[in-house]
């Protein structure tokens, strides 16, 4: 049980393009999901925390108008990248809660 | 804010020793701690969760302990094997907001 499921695994976009990462929760509803970003060798940061419903609340430093954050069930988060720029390129992972905290397995941004 | 931190950041050892990860962490009022596996360009897969109320779980040849007084805890993997090698990561969730990650600790297992 508790399975999140990711989609895309990886995406190569264009300069400028909009890419939009969507996180489902298979068997569980979840209120709060969260969006993570994760660069070479280094460890997950939060970006984002998505809760149904409401606006998501953002890291500082973290573009709530580049990294558009919707949650619009309880098992459904989508991430949109907009215009995005190679300094965009990096893993974002997915997160939902119900009792514990459940991954996606990663979705690879490379932007071209 | 909780800080985490991992030692070592990478570790090498010959199939077949015992090792110890170790985590630390700045605020001891920690809803859970979670230890998760990550191999190169994977996802997380968790290995082993602690709530606050426990001291340490088990799960075959893991073990991970949790002392909350003193900000620690720590992953005993026992007779290691090369497919233990990965990055292993130590999260802790303080009340309801997310997950704070150590960097990690860079694990090779030689054969």
Known sequence: GAVVSQHPSWVICKSGTSVKIECRSLDFQATTMFWYRQFPKQSLMLMATSNEGSKATYEQGVEKDKFLINHASLTLSTLTVTSAHPEDSSFYICSARDRGDHFGNGTRLTVT | ?111
């Open chain 2, 1 to 111: 804010k909780q800080e985490v931190t991992q030692i070592p950041a990478a570790l090498s050892v010959p199939e077949g020793e015992n090792l110890v990860l170790n985590c630390s962490f700045t605020d001891s009022a920690i809803y859970n701690l979670q230890w998760f596996r990550q191999d190169p360009g994977k996802g997380l897969t968790s290995l082993l969760l602690i709530q606050s109320s426990q001291r340490e779980q088990t799960s075959g040849r893991l073990n991970a302990s949790l002392d909350k007084s003193s900000g620690r805890s720590t992953l005993y993997i026992a007779a290691s094997q090369p497919g233990d090698s990965a990055t292993y990561l130590c999260a802790v969730r303080v009340g309801n907001n997310d997950m704070r990650f150590g960097a990690g600790t860079r694990l090779t297992v030689k054969p």
